[in-house]
């Protein structure tokens, strides 16, 4: 039943309900019966998606799937089959390169992919087999294997620990690959296993493999001749998780429980799908509107060309009789032909070349963030990378962003600031200075004599030192320089004179489950008590006279996120049984006597307010009789099978009451380098932040003040497992009472809100932030009523979208994932992104419809699997402010622009169908045809798009709210199609008829001939070609040279193609229908007249427009002062390479 509702909580399917059995080394129970090996995958990981036999037919289905690629191969198809206008090399040759150019890129991604993979499966491992050691590949481990691993080495799969090399049976591992975590935890053997695994008889039962990184149900049987067979319980401490790293233990043996996909990391590994934007989205909507178009103009001039044939003489003039076979044609069959071949006439208002240029604009586009020099650290020495250009318009419509909090919002680098003890301040400073009304004094305890009396002090600092699950590492590992700061040398002892001990932590280093504990520890040692170890339950520390104090640990409270709280019991050399408790001060405050409480509040307050991690130590003398009847129930609670936890807590809460409280402690968590102001950029953006963290919920709470997340005017809508326990009810009834409870107070009783305007700048109203955490989570996503779920998801959603910040905390990484999924499948369909620095993040990174990794400490998993990875979170307001905004503006004018100067193009051999009897005759020569888009007009909105600053750089960062003005794909709606389509009718038009209109008098040469049709098209071309390259020269703000060469070089290379073209007799060509064309229309000043003309025309409106537009924004169209304006000398940063780099990084010359 535990199982089955585990499953159903963690998105289990139904079939895994029941358990394994698994023979520790494939050795049989039983000597009489035949051992038959159960079946389970092996321990090969795979995360590509082709392989060599199937990368062929499964890229080009997916490629196909496109909508644009598919049309185009059926207009190629029409192309080579029917006889039609135009040639199938115009619309077969773009296709090819599309396809191939995108099969390239998609197969060596997937490569890259298969050699990670490698990595991982050809690592050699140990395995215990028959007595001795082999080494294998990790690919080939089974389940039920004995595998040997080594310090520093990661676990190849998920193990239950059997035996291990330290003397207390345990082990230490860190997890950061997996939750994020980089502190070390402990994990510890199964008891009662024989030292010689070789003659190990036992089986293991255990739960389905499911991704609940934090739970695991089993039971091991050991089997021993002629004796009961004992059953140990198995739990989470005893199992070792693939990816998962051993430290400061030499060496374990344990036996693979879950191999290969079913490992809990595989298993919170989400599948990487193909992203696609919400510009081609938007590209693929145009399209079938575009489509309607085609297939309408086809229908109207088949319908109109059969009407015109059917009057008499007609259909067969005597100057083109039919052939024999063109009479026994089947009508309707011509019919289809004739409907055929009108559509490969206008199927250039399809842009194939719009869908090559859009994949170049986006693979050149995403070297300016590669290039860009504010996003170097000189720390690592690297830059940003970019892992899918696909996604770069996508950075400039974000509306929530997701971020992990240990290495991503913070440094995970805990300092200890301050103690406070008895109400008085001790402050680590320099020098003495008056702080708030306390003397503070810097220094070692013994100048504090005066304050709180040497031996309050004394006990203090004992608690500290005591009070903890730190362990000391010897320094024999050279290689321990870990930069979380957990295994760290110990600097500033603060002891003073020779000491002749046992080797000092000088030489070592500290590992602890919780950062803050090592900071603690290294608090105490700053005033003279530094923590020696723990050799066989004797705690030795040495005070500030160098003497070493022994004490007696007999037993630790472990920390729990609902007691919040931790605790140690021990016994002096004196004799005395004292308890140490820490921990957070809503939970320590009321177990203490209460006049105790004020003087320590104040303190407590103003720390919090300031960001630090505050803690509360206090202390209780426990008398015999009170130690015995605690050691009884402890003891007893420790071996239940049943409700262990709760009978744990049961006699935890019992011991842990009527303290005395001595002090309490500030610890910093450093933030990453300016996270607040980049955290506060992103909401000014119209951002939703969200921070989801597998860490504990004070810790993510303080980091979220620190940032500015949450003010201290912010009311906190709590929903926890704390707030569900605290009304005494069953947790669904309190889940449903406290999510309709804060729905009335975060959405029904809020007021309305401007769209686009985050509720945290307008002081009118009160800012909510929301807390849940992971179990919470699990019960509001998978509620027991169907209905129930669904209606719990709404609400949650509702008081989230209501809320200036939301923080996850405890999150398993698939949870994380799930969060995003559910955000970015919500109403409206939001852009989302998730930042995040370890493995743990990965899910939600492919998640998210743009992933971005930071190159931090914790392993490079989250880089390799993400669009875009950056070395510290502050890069983030600039790659979306500047570079989303800037991307996306030029890629929507881009596919606007390309709409736009097709629907010119072909309204006019449109049009031109109701002045050539239907014929299927092209306005156009076919050279004109295949180059309009290739050659004459494609390089100048390439350009445009790589290179186009609307607002200069320094002005985008500075105003945050320009970012909400291109929000919610604001350039790519119907309202601005429908203007650029408009615009381009309104062109079409004037081209064909302002042309018709000179044509009324056809004796336009000086000689008297007329002009023939192919020159009627050829001004119409030329006429064409100049309004749309000048239209995207008027809508340029941002110069530079390669613009300047792109648009002017266009049009000369037209001029020149034209006389080139139609000036030299080709042998190649069985009719020369453009022979003199061009240059005996230039020689007639009519047309000189009129081309010039319809050109101005056509632009008027837009320049009107330019002149009279007022600018908009706070110095949107101007430079700022005191800086180089347009024709200053370059920056000296302009040489060689970074020619586009420049063009990006550097000031943007604004013209108007």
Known sequence: MLRRTLNRLLGGDERRVDSRTIYVGHRSSSTNEAFIPPKFCDNRIVSSKYTVWNFLPKNLFEQFRRIANFYFLIIFLVQVIVDTPTSPVTSGLPLFFVITVTAIKQGYEDWL??????????????????????????????????????????????????????????????????????????????????????????????????????????????????????????????????????????????????????TKMALNYQGKSQKRSAVEKSINAFLLVYLCILVSKALVCTTLKYVWQGKPGQDEP????????????????????????????????????MYVTVEMQKFLGSFFITWDKDFFDPEIKEGALVNTSDLNEELGQVEYVFTDKTGTLTQNNMEFIECCIDGFQYKYRDASTELDGFCVTDGPVSKLQQKAGREREELFLRALCLCHTVQVKESTDQGQGQEDGLIDQVDGLGVDGDVHHPPLPEQKGFIASSPDEVALVKGAMRYGFTFIGLESKTMKILNRNNDVEKYELLHVLNF??????????????????????KGADSSIFPRVKQEEVERIRMHVERNAT??????????????????????????????????????????????????????????????????????????????????LTGDKMETAKSTCYACRLFQRSTELLELTVRTLEEGGRRREERLHELLLEYHKKAVQDAPPVKAGVTRSWSSANQDYGFIIDGATLSMVLSSSAESNSSRYKNLFLQICQNCTAVLCCRMAPLQKAQIVKMVKNSKGSPITLSIGDGANDVSMILEAHVGIGIKGKEGRQAVRNSDYAIPKLKHLKKLLLAHGHLYYVRIAHLVQYFFYK?????????????????????????????????????????????????????????????????????????????????????????????????????????????????SYGTIVFTVLVFTVTLK???????????????????????????????????????????????????????????????????????????VFRKPRGPNARQKKPGHSSAGSAQSPRSSARPLLMRTFSDESNTVI
Not at 922 to 942: E, G, K, R
Not at 1048 to 1069: D, E, K, N, R, T
């Open 902 to 1014: 097709n629907l010119c193009f072909i309204l006019p051999q449109f049009l031109y169908q109701f002045f050539c009897g239907y014929s299927q005759q092209p306005l156009y020569d076919a050279a004109y045809l295949t180059m309009y888009n290739i050659c004459f007009t494609s390089m100048p909105i390439l350009a445009y798009s790589l290179l186009e600053q609307h607002m200069c750089i320094e002005v985008l960062l500075d105003n945050a709210t320009l970012y909400r003005e291109i929000a919610k794909n604001a350039m790519l709606r119907w309202g601005p199609f429908l203007y650029w389509t408009l615009l381009g009718v309104f062109h079409g038009l004037l081209f064909f008829f302002g042309v018709r209109f000179l044509f009324s008098n056809p004796a336009l040469q000086d000689n008297g001939q007329v002009f023939g049709n192919w």
């Open 113 to 262: 992919r298969h050699k990670a993979d490698n990595e991982v499966n050809k690592y050699p491992v140990t395995v215990l087999e028959d007595g001795r050691r082999i080494r294998k590949e990790s690919e080939k481990i089974k389940v039920g294997d004995v595998v040997e691993v080594e310090e520093d080495e990661t676990f190849p799969c998920d193990l239950i620990l059997l035996q291990s090399s330290r003397d207390d049976d345990t082990c230490f591992v860190t997890t950061a690959s997996l939750d994020g975590e980089s502190n070390h935890k402990t994990h510890y053997t199964v008891p009662d296993t024989e030292k010689d695994l070789e003659s190990l008889s036992a089986t293991i039962e255990c739960e389905q493999p499911q991704p609940d990184l934090y739970k695991f149900v089993g039971r091991m049987h050991i089997y021993r001749t002629n004796q009961d067979s004992p059953v140990r319980s198995l739990g989470p401490e005893n199992l070792l998780l693939k990816g998962a790293t051993l430290k400061n233990t030499q060496k374990i043996s344990g036996v693979a429980v879950y191999t290969g996909m079913e």
């Open 560 to 581: 729990d996120p609902v007691r919040r709280r931790m605790s140690v019991i021990v016994r002096s050399k004196s004799g005395d049984t004292l308890l140490f408790c």
């Open 318 to 353: 005597w100057y083109n009789e039919k052939t024999q076979r063109e009479k026994d044609t089947n009508l309707y069959v011509k019919m289809f032909t004739d409907f055929l071949s009108f559509m490969v006439l206008f199927n250039f208002i399809i842009p194939v070349s």
């Open 1032 to 1106: 995207l020269a008027l809508d340029t703000r941002h110069w530079t040279w390669i613009n300047h060469f792109v648009i002017w070089g266009s049009l000369a290379f037209y001029v020149f193609f034209s006389f080139f073209w139609g000036g030299i007799i080709w042998p190649f060509l069985r009719q020369q229908r453009l022979y003199f064309v061009f240059a005996n229309m230039l020689s007639s000043v009519s047309a000189w007249l009129v081309i010039i003309l319809l050109i101005l025309l056509s632009l008027l409106p837009e320049i009107l427009l330019v």
């Open 610 to 691: 300031e960001g630090y991690r505050t803690l509360c130590v206090a202390y209780k003398y426990l008398n015999a009789e009170e130690y015995a009847q605690a050691d009884a129930g402890l003891r007893e609670a420790r071996l239940a099978l049943q409700d262990r936890e709760e009978k744990l807590m049961a006699v935890y809460n019992q011991v842990e009451t009527g303290m005395s409280l001595i002090g309490a402690t500030a610890v910093e968590d450093r933030l990453q380098e300016e996270a607040a102001e980049t955290m506060e950029a992103l909401q000014g953006a119209g951002m939703n932040v969200w921070v």
